[in-house]
Nanobody
Framework: QVQLVESGGGLVQAGGSLRLSCAAS????????MGWYRQAPGKQREWVAI???????NYADSVKDRFTISRDNAKTTVYLQMSSLKPEDTAVYYC?????????WGQGTRVTVSS
């Protein structure tokens, strides 16, 4: 059974940094794409960053040059390093993996950025 578990969220001041982790129950290389999404209060879930099985990455304009998605090739973990955080980055962050056309989601980890 495929499971994704996020961790690393918390409360941080504006301008600070956090690193989120997404631990998978299977090899991350079995996913075609893995990504991070977020959902702010009262808003729809939005895409933040993705990493393909080949290692290519892409970012939403709102986080480009501030966030970095990466993976630990020796483990089953994908990371999201977040820097220069802004209050508008406050949201629940979800890890997602697409495998054989099916999407798998974690339960989310909350990030709160205070001004």
């Amino acid at each position: 059974q495929v499971q994704l578990v996020e961790s690393g969220g918390g409360l941080v001041q504006a301008g600070g940094s956090l690193r989120l982790s997404c631990a998978a129950s299977v090899s991350i290389f079995s996913f075609d794409v893995m990504g991070w999404y977020r959902q702010a209060p009262g808003k729809q879930r939005e895409w933040v960053a993705i990493i393909t099985s080949g290692g290519a990455t892409n970012y939403a304009d709102s986080v480009k040059d501030r966030f970095t998605i990466s993976r630990d090739n020796a483990k089953t973990t994908v990371y999201l390093q977040m820097s220069s955080l802004k209050p508008e980055d406050t949201a629940v962050y979800y890890c997602e993996g697409t495998k054989w056309g099916r999407e798998y989601w974690g339960q989310g980890t909350r990030v709160t950025v205070s001004s």
